[in-house]
């Protein structure tokens, strides 16, 4: 089955550095979406990268997609303490209307203030 | 508009226990889903409903799990009797009927389950 890994596991940076993450993907997918979770908290949709797409920006938010290397990196620039949080991706397998998002095992981010 | 709502917020149960955990969707939402994720491990998708009727149950773990959705409004996910692999946070996401998963889903708090 499908199944989303990111790399690193943890990253800890200082307040205002670039915090890059990973994520990989085994099959075909119609698109690819990450999620943050703060400690206790629910999961929220940050951006979402369609498979005919390279590369999407979202405020301080940069993901790019690599279909043929089966991969997506989520950029966060000019991080903030507000950053820390668990990151997700989620690839959504086509056909595009199954709703079964599979998700990465996480990246703890930690952004000392 | 309210978010996803799901209650208990956090429920410990010893093991063999019933457990029942609630969503209440963003109103409109023909889409539910619940997710759980086990400790270390990643979030799992467990199934799918469109309104009142299961569209994808393939990660429902066994038949100690139990979801309903009746009416199409709010969905029930009982666990009878819970054992301890059961213990994780349990998510559950809505989603409108509009080509499903091209948009991003909104996901509740969670239920954190632990069976003692």
């Known amino acids: 089955s499908q199944q989303g890994e990111e790399d690193p596991q943890a990253l800890s940076i200082q307040e205002g550095e670039n915090a890059t993450m990973n994520c990989s993907y085994k099959?075909?997918?119609?698109?690819l979406q990450w999620y943050r979770q703060n400690s206790g908290r629910g999961l929220v949709h940050l951006i979402l990268?369609?498979?005919?797409?390279r590369e999407k920006h979202s405020g301080r938010l940069r993901v790019t997609l690599d279909t043929s290397k089966k991969s997506s990196s989520l950029l966060i620039t000019a991080s903030r303490a507000a950053d820390t949080a668990s990151y997700f991706c989620?690839?959504?397998?086509?056909?595009?209307?199954?709703?079964?998002?599979?998700f990465g095992q996480g990246t703890t981010l930690q952004v000392k203030p | 508009e309210a978010g996803v709502t799901q209650f208990p917020s956090h429920s410990v149960i010893e093991k063999g226990q019933t457990v029942t955990l609630r969503c209440d969707p963003i109103?409109?939402?023909?889409?539910l889903y619940w997710y759980r994720r086990v400790m270390g491990k990643e979030i799992k998708f467990l199934l799918h409903?469109?309104?009142?009727?299961?569209?994808?149950e393939s990660g429902m773990p066994n038949n100690r799990f139990l979801a309903e959705r009746t009416g199409g409004t709010y969905s029930t996910l009982k666990v009878q009797p819970a054992e301890l692999e059961d213990s994780g946070v349990y998510f559950c996401?809505?989603?409108?009927?509009?080509?499903?998963?091209?948009?991003?889903?909104?996901f509740g708090s969670g239920t954190r389950l632990t069976v003692v």
């Open positions: 109103s409109g939402h023909d889409n």
């Open positions: 409903f469109v309104k009142e009727s299961k569209q994808d």
């Open positions: 990268i369609r498979s005919n797409e």
């Open positions: 099959t075909s997918i119609n698109n």
């Open positions: 996401a809505s989603s409108p009927n509009r080509g499903t998963s091209n948009y991003g889903y909104t």
């Open positions: 989620a690839t959504a397998p086509p056909p595009g209307n199954t709703g079964k998002l599979i």
